[in-house]
């Protein structure tokens, strides 16, 4: 998907441009049991064309002065981003603090849209001439709080968008991230992954923007490391600001079919790596917690199960997930991973036998009736798979509205024990027979 970033100095109203693209979906979003979510990075859609939108605001640059703060965050949107909407105030008018940041966005061939915000009534269009002076075109005039001028501000960032060449790996080859804080081990693992002699490696520049990924071959099976950049070099500019390095691993998340969720053994479980798993998640993919540097600690014959507990407890939405605890630098278990990666891409893309799945959801339904609300019961005529990666299934039945959050858990376990899924989430979607 194109990636368009909000840039601009405080206070011109970058958040509530974003919320206003963003629609419902931040809310939906947030609704999620036991995930937060940074409003910084989200989709967001005009007429028939999804994009991913950054809000650079949301983007803290600790201690940074003012105007570092504006500057980085306007470099983070060159990198990061395919059209870039500059934010201006109209009621202010152009700033030296404007003028700033259009210096910076010079730099950069990507396109920039100019917006003005604040042009709550027609009275005030007057005022935008005075932007063209940033040397951006034609400014947009914009309300946030009125919702006006929008539509034609994002028909000229669609109108940008570029072609993009999605990668074409083939249908076979597995894409998996490691994702995981700083200093976890992410980079040593991918070493000691590709270290090994029988793996074929070679990277592939260039892909999307300036990620890096690597393809190894093992046997017959083809895999890609998706976005290495930086993992195996010394330099780990992504990882200089937390919600950057956040962002980052959003998009490789992304692009991959499993996502390794990679946890330091020595410092237990952190809300950053909830937060960072819990994307992986909300986006379907297949998911294995590794627990790396477990050579580092002291084990008796309680460690793994207590660490098993304490993942099970603080990751409850990833109940599915494989547990692999290994070392990276003493390369304890590291042949294990590319096996259950195999295992959780399965799952991740299995497609069950329709007479199987109404067996099973029949079989449910015998053992724990359907709810029922205000004297009227939930029927269940029938299932069926829609969709892989992950699997997803609609239940067909009278009152979509009586499902209940708990019996959909019930039947997604019920699948679950039938079929396997390990590492897998699954979907269930409550619809009315018509
Ligand atoms: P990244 O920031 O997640 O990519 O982490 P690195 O791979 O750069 O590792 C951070 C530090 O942890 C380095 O000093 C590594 O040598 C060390 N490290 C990584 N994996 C292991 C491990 O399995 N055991 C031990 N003891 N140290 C590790």
Not at 32 to 42: E, F, Q
Not at 95 to 100: I, Q
């Amino acid at each position: 998907k194109p990636v368009v970033a909000i840039v601009g100095r405080p206070n011109v109203g970058k958040s509530t441009i974003f919320n206003r693209i963003v629609g419902e979906r931040v809310s939906i979003v947030e609704d999620t049991p036991g995930v937060t979510r940074d409003r910084l990075y989200s989709s967001g859609e005009w007429l028939t064309t999804d994009f991913n939108i950054i809000d650079t605001g949301g983007i803290e640059i600790s201690d940074a002065p003012f105007m570092e703060q504006i500057r980085q965050q306007a470099e983070i949107a060159i990198q990061e981003a395919d059209v870039i909407i500059f934010m201006t105030n109209g009621r202010e008018g152009v700033t030296d603090a404007d003028e700033n940041v259009a210096k910076i966005l010079y730099r950069t061939k990507k396109p920039v849209v100019l917006a003005v915000n604040k042009v709550d009534n027609p009275e005030m269009r007057e005022q935008i001439y005075d932007f063209y002076s940033l040397g951006f075109g034609d400014p947009h005039p914009i309300s946030g709080s009125h919702g006006l001028g929008l539509g034609d501000l994002l028909d000229t960032v669609v109108n940008h968008f570029p072609e993009i060449e999605e990668e074409d790996y083939g249908e076979d080859t597995i894409k998996f991230s490691l994702i995981g804080r700083p200093n976890v081990g992410k980079s040593s693992l991918v070493n000691a992954l590709l270290g090994e002699d029988r793996v074929i490696v070679s990277d592939i520049e260039g892909t999307t923007r300036d990620a890096v990924d690597s393809k190894l071959t093992v046997g017959e099976k083809d895999y890609v490391i998706i976005d290495t950049a930086g993992m195996r070099k010394k330099g780990k500019v992504y990882e200089s600001t937390e919600k950057y390095s956040v962002l980052r691993a959003l998009r490789a998340i992304e692009r991959s079919d499993v996502v390794l969720v990679v946890l330091n053994a020595e410092e237990g479980i952190r809300e950053q790596d909830k937060k960072i798993a819990g994307y992986a998640h909300e986006a379907g993919k297949g998911v294995i917690i590794v627990v790396n540097k477990w050579d580092a600690i002291e084990k008796n014959d309680k460690t793994m199960k207590e660490f098993e507990e304490n993942i099970r407890e603080h990751f409850k939405y990833l109940d599915y997930a494989p547990i692999v605890y290994l070392s990276a630098v003493t390369k304890q278990r590291v042949n294990t991973l590319l096996p259950i990666i195999d295992t959780v891409s399965e799952n991740h893309s299995m497609r069950v036998q329709s007479s199987i799945l109404n067996e099973v959801i029949m079989d449910a339904i015998a053992m724990n009736p359907t709810p029922q609300d205000k004297g009227r019961r939930l029927r269940i005529y029938y299932a069926t798979q829609v969709a892989v990666k992950p699997p997803t299934f609609v239940v067909f039945v009278n009152e979509p509205e009586i499902m209940h959050f708990s019996y959909e858990r019930f039947l997604e376990n019920q699948i679950r024990q039938a079929f396997g899924f390990e590492g897998t989430p699954i979907r269930l979607i409550s619809r009315k027979r018509t």
